[in-house]
């Protein structure tokens, strides 16, 4: 144990000073929230992997610390030894979500992307938004309309994704994405930007 904080932004700031290789994250906790700590803590350089440790196995706790980058979710009624494991787990770059949050995981994440939530375990919905999207041939401006980003944000998600998948560059990871799954389905011609096909 490297460090304690009382709120969100304590906890970013510390990540940064201490740089922990695992930040077990409450969601319920002043000054700003967990998820928009885990957010913030994951973007650092060299961001240590957030597990979330809370009492609140609810639909928008698990949806909203995915969505910030969360590599794992556990209950605090988990048991000691499944905690290790859980803590161990995400230092070594997997995934982890305890008893009763997978199904949870997997409904959040949408029929389309079921597959490559599956194979990329490691990577956030949004990522999977995006390679999803990247798979299917849309460049970075229009993937970024699609999804309401900024082309900065776009090509951040793409750097963290080939980062993930170990992919050395856009063609390497659309082949990756295609095996698992993304990418199968022709984005309408007609998407207007924050519209979802299907």
Do not use: C, W
């Amino acid at each position: 144990m490297v460090g304690e904080a009382g709120t969100g932004d304590e906890a970013v700031r510390l990540a940064a000073e201490v740089t922990p290789d695992v930040v077990l994250m409450d969601l319920h906790m002043p000054g700003g929230g967990g998820a928009a700590a885990t957010e913030r803590i994951v973007r650092q350089a060299g961001g240590p992997a957030v597990l979330v440790l809370t009492m609140f196995n609810d639909h928008a706790g698990v949806h909203g610390a995915i969505r910030a980058g969360a590599s794992g979710y556990v209950l605090k009624d988990a048991h000691q030894d499944a905690l290790l494991r859980a803590i161990r787990s995400v230092a070594a770059g997997e995934a982890v979500f305890g008893a009763g949050v997978a199904s949870r995981v997997l409904a959040h994440l949408g029929a389309d992307n079921r597959h490559g939530a599956l194979a990329f375990p490691q990577l956030t919905a949004r990522e999977l938004d995006v390679i999803d999207l990247v798979a299917r041939g849309e460049n970075n401006a229009a993937i970024a309309r699609r999804l309401a980003l900024t082309d900065k944000t776009v090509r951040n998600h793409l750097s963290n994704i080939l980062a993930k998948l170990h992919a050395a560059d856009r063609a390497e990871a659309i082949v990756l994405a295609r095996e698992a799954g993304l990418g199968l389905r022709k984005s309408p011609p007609n998407a207007h930007p924050g519209e979802f096909p299907g």
